[in-house]
């Protein structure tokens, strides 16, 4: 088992999904829930996204909305529920003692830095 820094981003290998929309890389959103015991991410608490979406006051965010989002519940849950399947088989998140402040909450997503690839082989050196 990986242990993830919560507070940091992550995109899913090109041979494990893809945007089904426009084919980016797929990253993990926002942890919202997981269990504080084992730092395993609840199926209400992972979330994936596009990497390509823009800022949201951008001009292109509301046509890259209307494309993306028209229909989640065919284009996105499917591949969402496969991911986290796919994630929690090899990854948890390592929880901090105290509650750091999180960085991404006033940034779009993917904005901060380059998120960090994750990795299809349990034996590869854990992401840091
Ligand atoms: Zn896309």
Known sequence: MIYLDPHKWYEFPADVACCPICGAPVLVGDFDEWETETGAVTDCGFHIDCK?????????????FKSHWSMPYVDWLPLQYRLYKWFTARYRLRL??????DARESAPLGAVSEPIILSTSQASSTPT
Request: aromatic share 10%.
């Open 52 to 64: 390509n979406e823009p800022d949201e006051d951008s001009e292109e965010y509301e046509d890259w």
């Open 96 to 101: 901090p003692t105290q509650h750091a402040p």
